[in-house]
T-cell receptor
């Protein structure tokens, strides 16, 4: 069974600092994808970034990058130059493709990030 | 705006009742997924439909059912409601059925269901 672990329930960070949100995963499959989503207090789920298990380079999307360490089964999200608007819940999620990919995402419990001015 | 539309945004009802949640996927997306977010269980996958057919089941209760119509919109039916069914229900959509690698699922704003 797949499992996602986010060990940081909450984080306080000063504005403009870089932030690393931890995510470790557990799967026996070779083919899988890792996703990060942001959930502001308003409740919507916003897709941030994706990393495939066979991707050789770490994914980047603007201020977001994914520090993918396959051997350690970790997929940490890095937010550079944090902004007040980055305050939100952040969820790491995984999906395996070995069985055809017909499945939903498995989510971690999330990290509540608060950016302080 | 993700392009996924969910209605209603809020729903308040009583135990034992039945409700229907509606989802319109992004234009061009064939897959619809339903998720439940509660304080106890976190975000859980319920069910997926692809181009009108059920594709995968997650932790969906027997009291719950879903369908996807020819115009690709989907409905999630929740019956014999219990207090524990109070949650935020998300619909998400993606272009393919899950075999295409890096396609993200785009989420709607959710329907907040409160059972009194």
């Amino acid at each position: 069974a797949q499992k996602i672990t986010q060990t940081q329930p909450g984080m306080f960070v000063q504005e403009k600092e870089a932030v690393t949100l931890d995510c470790t995963y557990d799967t026996s499959d070779q083919s899988y994808g890792l996703f990060w989503y942001k959930q502001p207090s308003s409740g919507e789920m916003i897709f941030l970034i994706y990393q495939g298990s066979y991707d050789e380079q770490n994914a980047t999307e603007g201020r977001y990058s994914l520090n993918f360490q396959k051997a350690r089964k970790s997929a940490n999200l890095v937010i550079s130059a944090s902004q007040l608007g980055d305050s939100a819940m952040y969820f790491c999620a995984m999906r395996d493709y070995s069985g055809g990919g017909a499945d939903g995402l498995t989510f971690g419990k999330g990290t509540h990030l608060i950016i302080q001015p | 705006d993700s392009g996924v539309t969910q209605t209603p945004k809020h729903l308040i009802t009583a135990t034992g009742q039945r409700v229907t949640l509606r989802c319109s996927p992004r234009s061009g997306d064939l897959s619809v997924y339903w998720y439940q977010q509660s304080l106890d269980q976190g975000l859980q996958f319920l069910i997926q439909y692809y181009n009108g057919e059920e594709r995968a089941k997650g932790n969906i209760l027997e009291r719950f059912s879903a369908q996807q119509f020819p115009d690709l919109h989907s409905e999630l039916n929740l019956s014999s409601l219990e207090l524990g069914d109070s949650a935020l229900y998300f619909c998400a959509s993606s272009v393919g059925g899950g075999l295409e690698g890096n396609q993200p699922q785009h989420f709607g704003d959710g329907t907040r269901l409160s059972i009194l």
